[in-house]
């Protein structure tokens, strides 16, 4: 979270995946998150192509939004990096790149 109280993206992401380890419907995904069905939709088309989320058919045809095992990956991976007390965020500013420079070791 920024010092506004706003979420960033991996804070969302993390929401979503958390929200959707048991499988759920967008409906109760979307409040669980507190989103609305465009940011979700956004959010999920995403994290479907990334493989960390998968669209199953439930009952009735409804969709259903489950985590895949990468994205439980992803969450245990962030989860880690959260205890190490390290700010994941995704507004953070890595390094310029060191392309062309030797090391010497």
Not at 36 to 59: I, P, Q, W
Request: aromatic share 8%; with cysteine.
């Amino acid at each position: 979270m920024d010092k506004e109280g706003r979420r960033d993206q991996l804070d969302i992401i993390s929401e979503i995946l958390r929200a959707c380890l048991a499988g759920e419907r967008a409906t109760h995904v979307v409040y669980k998150t507190n989103l609305n069905f465009k940011r979700f939709k956004a959010y999920a088309e995403y994290l479907v192509s990334k493989g960390f989320l998968e669209v199953l058919e439930g009952r009735n045809g409804l969709k259903i939004y489950r985590t895949t095992d990468r994205g439980r990956l992803f969450l245990d991976l962030l989860e880690e990096i959260e205890e190490r007390g390290v700010e994941a965020s995704s507004s953070t500013r890595w390094p310029a790149s060191r392309r062309g420079t030797r090391r010497s070791m």
